[in-house]
């Protein structure tokens, strides 16, 4: 089994940072993309931004300049620093990663549960 636990989300003003984190743990033979995606209330599941295996990253590009994605390969550990908070970026955030377990010749896609972020005054 494989989980993705997601970490750091709350309350803060708009102009305020916050930095998600997201380990995931279990049966882990190799991991490709790793990234997160986000949906507000009312709204559709978007990608906010991914982190390849070999360090390239795409962002959405409502968040282009203010998030940051990062990964710590050796703690299978994927990060958002979210910078320049607007109340546009109120959403629960979800983590998502490609993984292949031991004993498997596919990457499956795997989810945590979500992290609400809210931005407001």
């Known amino acids: 089994q494989v989980q993705l636990v997601e970490s750091g989300g709350g309350l803060v003003q708009p102009g305020g940072s916050l930095r998600l984190s997201c380990a995931a743990s279990?049966?882990?033979?190799?991991?490709?993309?790793m990234g997160w995606y986000r949906q507000a209330p009312g709204k559709q599941r978007e990608l906010v931004a991914v982190?390849?295996?070999?360090?390239?990253?795409h962002y959405a590009d409502s968040v282009k300049g203010r998030f940051t994605i990062s990964r710590d390969n050796a703690k299978n550990t994927v990060y958002l620093q979210m910078n320049s908070l607007k109340p546009e970026d109120t959403a629960v955030y979800y983590c998502?990663?490609?993984?292949?377990?031991?004993?498997?010749?596919?990457?499956?896609?795997?989810w945590g549960k979500g992290t609400l972020v809210t931005v407001s005054s």
């Open positions: 279990g049966s882990i033979f190799s991991i490709n993309t």
């Open positions: 998502y990663a490609q993984i292949k377990t031991y004993g498997s010749t596919l990457y499956l896609s795997y």
């Open positions: 982190n390849g295996s070999g360090g390239s990253t």
